[in-house]
DNA sequence: AATGAAAGTGTTTATCC
DNA sequence: GGATAAACACTTTCATT
């Protein structure tokens, strides 16, 4: 399998990307003043940059402590003999574990979990505990806020 | 300070939120459509879920390996005594470094590392090094992609 | 809190450079 | 790869329920 071909952005690419993280619902009118470029250019720009994979989507942003999720939780699991499918499948069901990532090393998956408060913590854990072993950190703050990645020229 | 009011969502703001995180680029009339309702009043719930708070804002999700950042890593980091600041100044810094929360617990920080091969990992983490401990897993792969938070009713 | 219709504005297509 | 201009489509405002 060959390597996948790399996407070389220019500073017009990372201009439009960088307006877009800022707010996707931006008109492609404001979005071709800011970067100095007609509407039509500004729309290929777009297609091609989806087309090559780097923009494979338009998100929104929403704040789980207004709906409710007060608290946060790290967690990393590190399954029983046999049970790696059971875990995978435990976490993808609950809707509470919003991300996780497999990994290597001594734990072998690291989820993030909202929870409504430090109540709701022992029973999502028990179903896991039957199958894994775990160790939960809360988190008290967010100094990095999940960004863009670098997007050099 | 009174505890942060929570905004019950209705139906339809879960079907607009919904839609609007597969795309957040469609148009009022096609959101409208959707979900049943005239634009104007689709235009109106979306501006109170806005002033509510619910929805911060509109992103977009880029691919880091098309972008050259074929590696992620989930780094745990304990800063040695009184280097607090000045390991949470790095990583905010550190642009490869793209989401860090501060948790409970021995480690200090949870981050995000994005890097282009491993051996980018070495000169990063040498930079960390110098005021923390560090623990570094590589992403073998993702069964939970970031999603929302669940939207009861 | 929601609608329909008109006025205002944005997007797309076609053509050209 | 980008620009202009005309045709087309969408969004917002307003009056009404």
Known sequence: MAKKQI???DRIDRHLLTLLNDNSRVSLKELAQHIGMSA????????????AGVLLGYRVEIDPVVLGYGLTA???????????????????EIPEFIECDKVTGEDCFIARLLLQDIG???????????????NTAIVKSTPVK?????LHQ
Chains 1, 2 share one sequence.
């Open 7 to 9: 996407y070389l952005l």
């Open 40 to 51: 039509p250019s500004t729309t290929e720009r777009l297609r091609k940059l989806e087309d």
């Open 74 to 92: 790290i967690v990393r699991i590190r399954q029983l003999p046999g049970q790696l499918q059971k875990v995978e499948a435990l976490i993808r």
């Open 120 to 134: 709701d913590l022992e029973p999502i854990m028990a179903r896991i505990s039957e199958y894994a072993e775990t």
């Open 146 to 150: 999940r960004r863009l990645p670098p």
